[in-house]
């Protein structure tokens, strides 16, 4: 199963050292979602799971002293290794192990220019999630950007060039 991790470049780089990226939550393509999003094709929910994580990215940024960039990390967790997350988004799953970098298949990275909306919306997440409308114009400013692709391969680098 493609799961979809929330991270921050810091957090990347400490994953790549230690290998594996301890984490308990991921987002991925669930029956749930499935359900609520009748008409979308796999690319579509996947894209959703994709959109959730990169949601927590914005979390994960608020304790986070590196750059104001989203980063939502791809793997290939065995179905055996998520189990459902009753309660959170309906494209959590909540990871039973931690996940190996072997199992990395790509990153999804915003690129420098978002970065001062990244930080707009950070610090309006919390309002947005409580229902401020101009919270929620905030994030979705953040959100309007497009995640860069990185192969797995190329991930040491992109940390190394951003710290």
């Known amino acids: 199963m493609r799961v979809y991790l929330p991270s921050t470049l810091s957090l990347l780089g400490a994953a790549l050292d230690a290998g594996v990226i301890d984490t308990d939550v991921g987002y991925a393509v669930t029956p749930s979602l499935r359900e609520w999003y009748t008409e979308g094709d796999l690319e579509a929910l996947e894209y959703v799971a994709t959109a959730a994580a990169a949601r927590e990215s914005l979390r994960l940024l608020a304790d986070s002293a590196g750059p ?4 939502v990390i791809a793997a290939e967790v ?3 290794g998520v189990r459902p997350a009753p ?6 799953v909540r990871l039973t192990a931690p996940v190996r970098m072997a199992d990395v298949v790509s990153a999804h990275v915003d690129d420098g220019t978002a970065q001062d909306d990244v930080r707009r919306a950070v610090a309006a997440l919390a309002a947005a ?3 401020d409308e101009d919270g929620q114009l905030t994030v979705d400013g953040a ?12 991930l040491n680098a992109l940390v190394e060039l951003e710290s």
């Open 143 to 154: 959100e309007d950007h497009e995640l860069a692709w990185y192969a797995a391969q190329e």
């Open 129 to 131: 999630e409580a229902g």
């Open 78 to 80: 065995a179905d055996g």
């Open 87 to 92: 309660g959170l988004a309906r494209a959590a």
């Open 68 to 71: 104001a960039r989203r980063v």
